[in-house]
Every structure is written in structure tokens, then in C-alpha cells.
């Protein structure tokens, strides 16, 4: 279940020092006076000072941009600032007065960065991919995200004891990408330096969230949830927002997605585009049944596993009749860490890689490779 990260206030004061002014306009946006000298004890003596509602408003903002101050969080927040046009915060900024100036300055900018944090905690054993009868252009996404959240505030508010549900969205690249946020209002306590300095306060927190991902060149669609009967409810309700066809995508979950097995046929090879690389960095086996036992683990970090294996004739031969039970492929697209992917392939089904950029790709790639198996074809790539 997400939740916000845990709040350091003195660690988050701690990044403002000689820059107490942007802090203040995060008090006045949030319409709280803030104290003169901001520190701890001072913020401590204004939050204890001031109504509820003032409390439960400033401490809801600062948990969220507590949320963009990980070492992942700065990353999303300067690729969102560059894709958006904005001028991201110098590299010397700390994390927490990064988030702040975003979220003053660059509000809309702040919003996507918590949309792409989102999709960027897909757990991939609670992905399912989902078959359309073909591939369909959104041409009106607010109209769909609009009329999904009406369906889900229905279908998900008593399910999950939640207070709201929002629905925001985006495209990154071909792939329309529909974030669910499920939220429940809880009590929060912070605490300055002892349990007898605490602040509590009711503010709303991720209950739950999920995240779709329509690759409208395919007609697919790509749920993470975390039980099959949620994944139900948002398969029906998109379908139904989207194409006014609650049964557009007619298949149950696929149990099997991923054929890992063709990795050690003799024909494998992993073919990109000019200017891509792949290489597997590591290879899981299970033993032919049978046979003599096999070292199950190839990890070989940052070499060539193909490479490796097709010169060692014998080891190849060795592994005829062995089954794969997970292999990691190392996918560069460009220079920058957005687009180097380490995607991991496990059983049946689980697909799991940083989904913030280039997955409508990453999923072409699978496909080329002949390691992802479907009825709807993907366009070869090479």
C-alpha cells in the first residue's frame, strides 16, 4: 500500500538555511503566517499556535514534497522540469528546497512529477496486460479521465474505505497514461526531537493508487493493481470511458504472457535499432527434469550473457532442456538515465522496468525478441 515518505522536519529545515524566503511563500500559499526565524522549535510554536484546518493544509504540502526529495523524486523532478520546458533547480539546490520552488513557481510541473512518482512505483507482480478488439487514438483524454473517475468514485470508494478518488493523466509518447489515486483521511503525528513535541493532524494519505498505461497502437492495456478484482474494475471502467464499450478488452487476465524459454534456443538474438543496445546481465535456470543439476544463477553484472554462453559451445548444449525462470536485459535507448532500462522477465507474467518513458518501446523490443507472446501483434521494430 503507498504511502508518504517518512517526514525528518529537522532534516527538512535543514536545507533551508539562508533561504528561509522560499518558505515562507509556501506558508502564505497554504495561508499560514510563518514565524521570522524558521526552524524547528519555531515551527514547532507556530503549527501549535494555529487552527486545525491551517495545520491539516500545511502539513498535507509538506508531505508531499517530502515524497520528491528521495534520491528517485530529484530525478523525475528535473526530467519533468526539462520535458515540460522549465528550468529545473540547480544541481547545488538540496532536494527539499527543489520540490518547494517547483511547487511555488511551477505548480502544474509539481503535479506531473507526482504522477510519474506514481508510475514509477509499479510493483510488477501486480501488472496485467489486457488484449483491445484494436488499436484506438484517444482524442479526448479529459473527457475520459473525467467520466473514469465518475465510475471509479462508485466502484472504489466503498471497496477501499476511501474519502476520494482522483484520476489525472498524460501521454508519454504513443502510451496514454491514466494515474488512479485513492485516498483516505488519517491522523499523522510529527514529532520535534521528542514524543512530547507532537503535532497531530488529520490530512489526506495515498490509501491507494493505480496506474494504466494504453498503448494505442495496439489496443493493449496494461493495469497495475494490486488484487485481480481491482484490476476488474478499472479494465471495465476505462472501457467503458473511453470507448462506451465495457467489454472492449474481452479476455481475462493472460496467465501466460512472457515464452522466457525461447532465451536459450539456438536462434535467440536480441536485434535493436541503430543507436540501441541490449545485452542480458543476467539468467535464471531451472533444471531439466531429470537431468544433473544445473548453477541456476548467470548473474555476470555488466557482461554480455549471449556473448558468454554462444562461446561456450558445451555450456549452450548444457542448457537445452532447461526451463528459464527470470532473466535481466540491459536496454540503452539514449545517454541520458532515463533511457538506459534494466528490465526483469520472471514466470509467466511479471514484466518489470522504470515505466516513466519509453515502455511503449521497451514493449516493441519484447515482442521483436520473441520473448512476450500475444494475440495482438506488435510492429516489428527491425
Known amino acids: 500500500m503507498p504511502t508518504h515518505r517518512k517526514f525528518n522536519s529537522e532534516q527538512f529545515f535543514r536545507g533551508f538555511q539562508g533561504h528561509e524566503n522560499e518558505l515562507h511563500g509556501l506558508f502564505t500559499a497554504r495561508g499560514v503566517n510563518a514565524p521570522d526565524v524558521l526552524d524547528v522549535d519555531s515551527f514547532y510554536a507556530t503549527l501549535i499556535r494555529r487552527p486545525n484546518e491551517e495545520v491539516e493544509s500545511l502539513l498535507s504540502c509538506l508531505h508531499e514534497l517530502n515524497d520528491l526529495c528521495s534520491k528517485e523524486g530529484r530525478e523525475i523532478l528535473d526530467r519533468t522540469c526539462a520535458a515540460m520546458d522549465v528550468t529545473p533547480p540547480a544541481d547545488d539546490v538540496c532536494n527539499p528546497r527543489a520540490a518547494c520552488q517547483i511547487f511555488l513557481h511551477h505548480p502544474e510541473v509539481f ?18 496486460i489486457f488484449p483491445g478488439r484494436e488499436p484506438v487514438a484517444i482524442t479526448a483524454p479529459g473527457v475520459v479521465a473525467r467520466t473514469m473517475a465518475r465510475l471509479l468514485r462508485t466502484a472504489l470508494l466503498k471497496d477501499k474505505n476511501t474519502d476520494r478518488v482522483e484520476v489525472r493523466h498524460y501521454f ?16 499523522v503525528h510529527l514529532e520535534f526531537g521528542s514524543r512530547s513535541r507532537r503535532v497531530t493532524a488529520r490530512v489526506r494519505r495515498p490509501a491507494d493508487q493505480h496506474v494504466l498505461l494504453f498503448y494505442q497502437a495496439t489496443g493493449w492495456l496494461e493495469i497495475e493493481g494490486a488484487r485481480a478484482k481491482e484490476r476488474a474494475i478499472l479494465r ?22 512472457l515464452n522466457l524459454d525461447h532465451l536459450i534456443e539456438s536462434n535467440f538474438n536480441l536485434p535493436t535499432r541503430l543507436g540501441h543496445t541490449a545485452r542480458i546481465t543476467g539468467l535464471k535456470l531451472n533444471a531439466p527434469a531429470g537431468g544433473a543439476k544445473l548453477a541456476c544463477d548467470f548473474t555476470l553484472g555488466r557482461r554480455d550473457l549471449v556473448g ?11 542448457l537445452m532442456g532447461a526451463t528459464v525462470h527470470s ?9 541520458t538515465r532515463a533511457g538506459r532500462k534494466s528490465i526483469i522477465l520472471k514466470g509467466a507474467n511479471s514484466i518489470q522496468f522504470n515505466r516513466t518513458s519509453y515502455s511503449d518501446l521497451v514493449y516493441d523490443y519484447l515482442h521483436t525478441w ?11 521494430l527491425i
Not at 111 to 128: K, R, T, Y
Not at 177 to 186: H, L, Q, Y
Not at 327 to 335: A, N, P, Q, T
Request: hydrophobic share 45%.
Open 327 to 335: 532473466v535481466r536485459i540491459e536496454l540503452i535507448l539514449d545517454s
Open 172 to 187: 508519454d509518447g504513443d502510451v496514454f497514461v491514466m494515474v488512479v489515486f485513492c485516498e483516505r483521511t488519517a491522523e
Open 370 to 380: 520473441g520473448l512476450m507472446q500475444h494475440g495482438v501483434a506488435s510492429p516489428s
Open 308 to 318: 558468454v554462453l554462444e562461446s561456450r559451445q558445451m555450456l549452450r548444449g548444457a
Open 236 to 257: 471495465r471502467a476505462f472501457a467503458e470511458a473511453a470507448f462506451d464499450d465495457e467489454e472492449f478488452f474481452p479476455d481475462s487476465e493472460d496467465s501466460h504472457l
Open 111 to 128: 503535479n506531473h512529477a507526482m504522477e510519474l512518482l506514481a508510475v514509477h512505483s509499479i510493483q510488477a507482480h501486480n501488472v496485467a
